[in-house]
Every structure is written in structure tokens, then in C-alpha cells.
């Protein structure tokens, strides 16, 4: 069972190139997330997925955007890398959208934009 | 809005010291209360959770009670063993009507033999 994939694992994009970040479950879950871990800043969320069809903002959205692929699948796209979008990138999922549901997380991207 | 604050690390401890890491919040209302672990190069993973007042979560021999009066959830461990070593989050969810978590900055904990 492999959870939730995130590609690539690495990446190293020179300023104004543009790329995207692919995430899969494969749980059947209705929820899905993408986040950043900067140090000392916790993770941030930068966009998420109720559920199919439907994505929403979270607190750092801005040089990003999302597309909810199918019910399996939420991509990340970066249009024109900076180098404040240096991070890890960790794409999540839960199973619905009720409190008491934990994410469950892939092993991350990492970034380096120069 | 909604935030919580976890002790800064990094901890340090030896093998089978008593581990405590502090995590307070606010929230509006009374949010399911999440620890998630962090081991190096990996994503976060759930430890443990309570959902309501005076719940205690546990797992791997951790343990958390939620405290509503203090709005506190800190994690505690006995006896910490050399493979504990690894980030770890505290995380709210459910305030306001929002079910996403909102993540402290994590606490770093370094067991040495």
C-alpha cells in the first residue's frame, strides 16, 4: 500500500522556470492538501481539495496554483519560480472532511530554486 | 485566527529520560487535538490524537490528555529510546468550523545512547 506519492523527490529550478509537483493517493480519499516546510515556520498550507472538483486557498497560496486532477491525483504548479519558493513541499490526504480525520502525508519535494 | 505554540528545541535527552513537550493553543471552540512525528527525510506521520475533553491519546508508549481548561495537549513519554529522535507537531483541528489543522513550528528531540 503506497499511500500518498509525491514527484520528483528533488528538484532544482533556476528563477522564472516554471514546473509542477504531482501527488497521488491511492486510500480513496475525499481530501487532499499541499503544504511547505520552511525551517522554523512549521508547515504552511498553500492550497487544499474538499474534494473532487473543488480546491480552495489556504495561508501562503500566492505563486502557486492547484488542479484536482480525478479523486486520486492533486497537482502543484509553480508558473514562475522565485527563490522564496525554496521549501519542501509536502502533499496530504484525509478521508473526509471531518476533525477528528488525521492526514496522511507523502515523503515530500525538495526544492531549491537559484 | 487560530495558533499554537510548542516548545522550542532542539530537546536533548539520554536514553530512558522522561520526555515532556509542551503544546498550548487557542481555538474557537473545542478542536480534535493531533500529535504528528516527523523522522528525518520522511513526512509527518500520526501519533496520536483525543477528540474531547479529559481524552488521553497514546501510542509507542507516548501520551497526550486534552486539557481543556488549560487549552494544553503536551506529549509525554516515560522512557525515550534513540529511535524517538525526530521532529514532532502539535496540531489543532475542528476550530471555527475548519477541519484543517493548524501545525506548531515542532520540536526537535535528539536521544543519545
Known amino acids: 500500500n503506497a499511500g500518498v506519492t509525491q514527484t520528483p523527490k528533488f528538484q532544482v529550478l533556476k528563477t522564472g522556470q516554471s514546473m509542477t509537483l504531482q501527488c497521488a493517493q491511492d486510500m480513496n480519499h475525499n481530501s487532499m492538501y499541499w503544504y511547505r516546510q520552511d525551517p522554523g515556520m512549521g508547515l504552511r498550507l498553500i492550497y487544499y481539495?474538499?474534494?473532487?472538483?473543488?480546491?480552495d486557498k489556504g495561508e501562503v497560496p500566492n505563486g502557486y496554483n492547484v488542479s484536482r486532477l480525478n479523486k486520486r491525483e492533486f497537482s502543484l504548479r509553480l508558473e514562475s519560480a522565485a527563490p522564496s519558493q525554496t521549501s519542501v513541499y509536502f502533499c496530504a490526504s484525509s478521508d473526509r472532511t471531518g476533525i477528528n480525520s488525521p492526514l496522511h502525508f507523502g515523503n515530500g519535494t525538495r526544492l531549491t530554486v537559484t | 485566527g487560530d495558533s499554537v505554540t510548542q516548545m522550542e528545541g532542539p530537546v536533548t535527552l539520554s536514553e530512558e529520560a522522561f520526555l515532556t513537550i509542551n503544546c498550548t493553543y487557542t481555538a474557537t471552540g473545542y478542536p480534535s487535538l493531533f500529535w504528528y512525528v516527523q523522522y528525518p527525510g520522511e513526512g509527518l506521520q500520526l501519533l496520536l490524537k483525543a477528540t474531547k475533553a479529559d481524552d488521553k491519546g497514546s501510542n509507542k508508549g507516548f501520551e497526550a490528555t486534552y486539557r481543556k481548561e488549560t487549552t494544553s495537549f503536551h506529549l509525554e513519554k516515560g522512557s525515550v529510546q534513540v529511535s524517538d529522535s525526530a521532529v514532532y507537531f502539535c496540531a489543532p483541528a475542528g476550530s471555527g468550523g475548519s477541519y484543517i489543522p493548524t501545525f506548531g513550528r515542532g520540536t526537535s528531540l535528539i536521544v543519545h545512547p
Open positions: 481539495s474538499a474534494s473532487e472538483g473543488t480546491t
